[in-house]
């Protein structure tokens, strides 16, 4: 039995596999995760109901185990910043949010750094965010 938050087998397979520069995508429950993530990346299936697991609740647990170096969002077409870019800078803090139009993100979701793909079952649109693992500094 592990004493940290994070459990979950494949998320932890999927993280101990990845490096620096390596991607995480934390997808709500909107988002064609089969079509736009990288085929050799892992998939995990976290969508159980309607917004259980939601994109912050994942996002909170893997601040704790990993560096996070870049951090990019969907941005609406309109522009308009969704509300839950609030609740991802004070997940994140001193680290900006990067906004990128649907499409370069799916395209950059697609590429070859993408290391893990979560699917949540997070209703909110909008909600999702993708993840540059940084580097643990030697002590």
Partial sequence: MLTYHLLHPQILRA??????????????????????????????????????????????VLVEAIPIEAVYVMRPDSGDEPSIFGEFRAQLPGVELEALGRFEFYDLARGPDLALAVATGERRVYANILLTIGVIPPP
């Avoid at 390596?22 to 993530?37: E, F, H, K, S």
């Avoid at 990288?38 to 917004?51: E, F, I, S, W």
């Fill in 15 to 60: 993280l101990g596999e990845a490096g620096h520069g390596a991607q995480v995508l934390i997808a709500d429950g909107n988002y064609p995760l089969l079509t736009r993530t990288h085929p050799a990346a892992h998939r995990v299936y976290l969508n159980l109901a309607p917004d259980l697991v939601r994109v912050t609740d994942v996002l909170a």
